[in-house]
Nanobody
């Protein structure tokens, strides 16, 4: 499975970006999907996810600003990011799980937010 992440870039604080993650494999309603990020010098952290039941969860720092969605027909997941802050600067990675031990990562896309 290949996951192609895109949409990162340089944006001013308060701006918006939409990240995309396209899967080479068909996704289903119960496919777990998530966006993670790794700020410089820090550990990778979960930003947002959609579980097998379709429930969405977000880390506290992005609640109300980020939205996660997916398009099963296009085999693509999105992360809409608004009101971006400098602390959102990180490499963003997408993840899709097609089974308990079938965990797949995208290559990462850089998001840089200037103050």
């Amino acid at each position: 499975v290949q996951l192609q992440a895109s949409g990162g870039g340089l944006v001013q604080a308060g701006g918006s970006l939409r990240l995309s993650c396209a899967s080479s494999r068909r996704i289903f309603r119960n496919t777990y999907m998530g966006w993670f990020r790794q700020p410089p010098g820090k550990e990778r952290e979960l930003v947002a996810g959609i579980d097998a039941g379709g429930r969405k969860n977000f880390t506290d720092s992005v609640k109300g600003r980020f939205t996660i969605s997916k398009d099963n027909a296009e085999n693509t997941m999105y992360l809409q990011m608004t009101n971006l802050k400098p602390e959102d600067t990180a490499v963003y990675y997408c993840q899709m799980r097609f089974g308990l031990h079938d965990i797949n990562w995208g290559q990462g896309t850089q998001v840089t937010v200037s103050s």
